[in-house]
């Protein structure tokens, strides 16, 4: 029995039980251990230092070295590869140590230690909306909701729903993707066993008025592979559907909620932009046509950046990052099924100037405190796999470490005729009334406007797979 299948065991023992916050628990322990781990690798340790400077300089250091050195694949010749695994397993040893010792100083007795229902209740009550938890296995399949300001987690059973269910209508067994064969069958099952159930136990009603409440979505296991962004009743053109309800994010774990509503009460800095589009060669005329509508609306917002063709290169993309709060990709992006971050093999990347790679271990080693706004209008930038459900090893959630508080990524391909639009759409909802009223722009209306901009070209009658893979990571 796999790892996932004894977690999601437990969970499902844990509430046949009545004890839903240890359920919860685990399910948020169990998300993302590599996003985690590279957020404790990158922490400054502020807390030891101001108890124990030497060790706060010790944990740095190991940090460093464990990140910047991860265990190395069959790439070298055995003996080189044996002497940087046994450094590795070394440098882990005393990062054990360290954390032990750290533990044992006053009021640090939960120094990295795993979550707790209170902690996560704590980083739910800075998003503002609920934060639906999964957890599937063989006994039964269940909804955890946390609920800002809340002292309980609302359990909710789905009593339609099963693995079953799920490997029959999955994106990877069903011909949906392209030409997306039977899709509104998906998004009906979707609606009727998963979406509709949790907003009822969440008693969230459809709501005609202006502005819809938020829920962030934290799926496990095959559901990570389904847009619940998208549910609902759309065979006959006006049946009930998640937009009429909720505004919907992602997020995968409540490290990454903390890591996103940080400093949320210091003013905002000056917006700086970067868009990055067009690389030579690739292939994407519309590029051209976003970046043009891009422009249009940020010109009176701030400074822009334009990397295209020859200039967009990963080096002078990273350095510009370094300094702009928002940025825009328009370019080709792949997923890739099993990542090979430290060798010559494939890698999740983003593709510029000359089909050089912007890889998402490269992303995810960026610290970018100023960041605000990535909209990835590239290809599979949130797209799950198989091969590591729980983990989000994808571009979005890579931007999302790197210090992004909000992401706009994509599950599947994307139509190179309609992203042009959609980029038009989601900035003029974006900059709604901001030069007017001569206010600075806000990432936090970022899920808004998508959610408009995507409301907007369903109304028109545009494909499925035109507005579907666009979904929402964070804050």
Not at 135 to 163: G, M, Q, T, Y
Not at 308 to 314: K, Q
Not at 336 to 361: K, Q
Not at 406 to 416: H, L, N, P, Q, R
Request: proline share 7%.
């Amino acid at each position: 029995m796999t790892a996932p299948c004894v977690s999601s065991d437990a969970i499902s023992h844990a509430l046949a039980l009545g004890h839903h916050e240890l359920a919860l628990e685990w399910a948020d322990q169990r998300s993302c251990l590599g996003w985690r781990h590279i957020l404790y690798f990158q922490s400054s340790f502020s807390q030891v230092a101001a108890v124990d400077p030497e060790l706060a300089e010790k944990l740095t250091a190991l940090a460093s070295e464990l990140f910047d050195s991860p265990p190395q694949p069959s790439v070298v010749d055995s003996s080189t590869e044996a002497k940087l695994n046994v450094r590795h397993a070394t440098c882990a040893a005393y990062w054990k140590g360290a954390v032990s010792k750290a533990r044992k100083l006053p009021g640090l007795g939960r120094f990295l230690a795993p979550t707790t229902f209170t902690e996560i209740q704590s980083a739910v009550d800075g998003l503002g909306g609920p934060v639906v938890y999964f957890n599937l296995n063989r006994f039964s399949c269940d909804a955890l909701c946390v609920i800002p300001k809340a002292d309980e987690v609302v359990h909710i059973p789905l009593p339609c729903l099963s693995i079953e269910v799920l490997e029959a209508n999955s994106p990877r067994s069903a011909p949906i993707r392209r030409p997306y064969v039977g899709f509104p069958q998906v998004l009906e099952h979707l609606w009727d066993w998963v979406v509709k159930p949790v907003l009822d136990g969440l008693a969230i009603t459809s709501n005609s008025a202006e502005k819809l409440p938020r829920i962030w979505w934290c799926p496990s296991g095959l559901l990570e592979m389904f847009p619940l962004h998208a549910a609902g009743l759309y065979q006959d053109g006006n049946g009930d559907n998640i937009m009429n309800y909720v505004v919907s994010s992602y997020i995968p774990s409540s490290d990454l909620i903390s890591h996103v509503t940080r400093d949320q009460k210091t003013p905002k800095p000056k917006p700086r932009f970067l868009t990055v589009a067009n690389p030579t060669g690739c292939g994407l005329p519309g590029t051209d046509v976003e970046l043009e509508t891009i422009r249009k609306h940020l010109t009176n917002a701030g400074p822009i950046t334009e990397l295209t063709r020859a200039s967009a290169t990963p080096d002078a993309v990273k350095q510009e990052l370094q300094t702009a709060t928002w940025a825009h990709f328009a370019c080709h992006g792949v997923q890739v099924e099993v990542e090979d971050i430290n060798g010559p093999g494939p890698t999740s990347c983003l593709f510029l100037a000359n089909y050089t790679r912007l890889t998402l271990l490269e992303i995810s080693k960026l610290k970018l405190p100023q960041a605000q706004l990535a909209f990835l209008s590239a290809c599979d930038t949130a797209q799950e796999r198989p091969a590591c459900t729980g983990e989000s090893v994808h571009i979005a959630a890579g931007m999302l470490v790197a210090g992004f508080r909000s992401v706009i990524g994509t599950m599947w391909k994307i139509s190179d005729e309609y992203a042009p639009e959609l980029a038009d759409l989601f900035y003029q909802k974006m900059f709604e009334g901001v030069h007017a009223h001569g206010q600075v722009p806000d990432y936090r209306r970022s899920a808004y406007a998508l959610h408009d901009a995507v409301k907007a070209l369903r109304q028109r009658g545009v494909d499925f797979k035109v507005w579907v893979p666009f979904l929402h990571y964070g804050a």
